[in-house]
């Protein structure tokens, strides 16, 4: 019997991360010359504070061109309501939740922390490279 792949096998655990006082721009920059959509934003302590998208960062550049400078931080722009996956899950789970989602990428939890992020491309990975 072959084994159920989990989202611990494919997330990605060399993070990018952002902190909540970061200044919006620098952490515009930072999702920009890293060509991602988003980063999880942690707090002094390691914990999972949110996620800034470059939807987020779209806002914050709206508002910019509006008061002609940027002056905020990423706290201000985050999501804090944060969906997560548990490293645990199993491959198919992870995929019905991306079906039942907007989100493109879920941070990864294990016993509280943050260990990494799983997209809907790694999910795709695991499963072709499963079942195909």
């Given at each position: 019997m072959t084994q159920v792949q989990r989202v611990a096998d494919y997330m990605v655990v060399d993070l990018i991360t952002l902190s909540p006082d970061m200044e919006i721009n620098h952490a515009m920059s930072i999702l920009l010359d890293h060509s991602i959509?988003?980063?999880?934003?942690?707090?002094?302590?390691?914990?999972?504070?949110?996620?800034l998208s470059k939807k987020d960062c779209l806002k914050a550049a709206l508002e910019a061109s509006y008061y002609r400078e940027w002056g905020e931080t990423v706290a201000h722009y985050m999501s804090?309501?944060?969906?997560?996956?548990?490293?645990?899950v199993d491959i198919v789970t992870a995929a019905k939740t991306f079906l039942n989602s907007v989100y493109r990428r879920f941070p990864v939890m294990q016993e509280g922390q943050l260990i990494g992020q799983i997209s809907r491309a790694d999910v795709l990975r695991a499963m072709k490279d499963n079942w195909a």
């Open positions: 959509s988003g980063a999880p934003v942690v707090d002094k302590t390691g914990n999972l504070a949110g996620v804090t309501d944060v969906e997560t996956l548990d490293a645990g």
